[in-house]
């Protein structure tokens, strides 16, 4: 969200608090203008006389405790006010914004002017935007003369890999650029969802062909560049496309950069969101009035003291939990920080004093240390959702037991899912739609919910014989009750026994090139009219 937006969006949750402000502002000049005329005036001697009396009357300060007072008054005014001027991520759905990365995957990307290659630089450079996009959903498109769908949007990163790796410009059906088609076909994919998303191609370079098409694109979904070019060298059609271009770099700051138009992309799909809360920044405004309240240690400036009790009470009792809880960093992919818990029993002691167990638990959630966050959270929304992230999905479903939102029902539903709970897990999603018939990705995930469940049934079905359990038969005896052709007798080989899951997984060939070149060279021949 550039700063446009943000002063667009601006407002306070809280206004009736400024019918405070004329006190304030009446008290301080009512003061000020006392104190005045009392300098002015003396009751024992001549105005004259006084003057001369006066020492330092040229050092006089131009800031006296009543004005650091009043603009302390002021800062906790507005804080109270509740500025805003975004929204608060949903902690039960994903928190980013989707992204669909477009690959360039011909021969001039095997050049090695950026080392080894363009390409594996390029699929290094994918690999470390995924790792920062835990529970985001991502989608990777390669394209070449066709363009083609790899992976649809999907929050596991690791299942994207292995497609990334198989990804060679002889597995596609024909040379060429249709970059403009791969946007389109990554602007469909977000064209689904209920929020905007980011658009990444990563090329070395475009035809001018493809310039209308970026040209004329929906400006609904943020655009980004990642250009595969040494430095110095540049592509005049990427040059002209209105897009955030980012050259590759030997380090991470190209990933950065492309960090920080995510945040912008989120942002943004945050603040259009109408189903979410605004967030509340009046926290922020205890720091400045904290700074001016140091101020008072001085000599003859203690007259804020009293109000300093008075009015920081009543703040740190109206900042909520989930205000703390809320913060969310600029950068969408903050990488997890390693933090020791606090062991000596002082500090644990300010931290009891200092913070609820709701905020502790947010602040080592921002820290995704989810195992303490969930052991500090009171709060089951929160402490389900940090339960649910760390793995602990029996735990989180009971937590979430508490809860009668759709919130709740729909991370119960997708723990149950991993937990493999399926039949439960279509309880949920249904759940869910009777709570709040228009909840995002409510009736997708139901449906998908509803598919697993028939295919796990189905399976199970197939494998009454106790085939999966070992428990298979020695012999395989077909009946010729009928007298019909010749009794037939199958005889398993000794020695013979079941894989193991290892060993299936291990059997399988882990290179895709193959399977996407014959899948791709499919879809090639299907679009052709």
Known sequence: MNLLDSLSAFHFLRPLWFLGLPIIVGLWWWYRFRQQQADRISRHFAPH???????GQSRTAKVSPTDTLAAMLLCLLVGLAGPSWNRMANPMVSQTAPLVIALEVSQGMLASDVPPSRMERAKHKIEDLLATRTGADTALIAYAGSAHLVVPLTNDPELIKPYLEGLRPEIMPSEGDVAAQALIMAEELLQARDVAGTIVFITDGMGAQNAPGFADRQERNA?????????GKQDATLAAIDAQRVVVSADNSDVAQLEKTLATAYQQALRENDRLAWKDNGGWLAWPAALLALLWFRRGWGLGAVALL???APLGAWLPASAWAQQNSSSVSK????T???????IRSLWDAFLTPDQQGAWWLQRRDYARASAHFTDPAWQGYALFRDGQYSAAINTLNQLDTADAAYTQGVAMIRNRQYRDAVEAFQT???RDPDYPDGEKNLALAQQILEYVEKSREQSDTGEESGEGADDVVFDNEADRGELTQVAGKQGDELLTADQWIQSIDADTSDYLRQRFALEAV????
Do not use: C, D, F, G
């Not at 006389?49 to 020492?55: D, E, G, I, M, S």
């Open 340 to 346: 020791a818990e606090p062991n000596s029993p002082w």
């Open 49 to 55: 006389l006084a003057k001369a009396l006066r020492t």
């Open 432 to 434: 869910v739609l009777q």
């Open 335 to 338: 990488r997890a920080e390693t």
């Open 223 to 231: 655009l980004a560049i990642l250009q595969m070019l040494p430095e």
């Open 526 to 529: 299907e679009v052709k009219p």
């Open 310 to 312: 008075l009015w920081l």
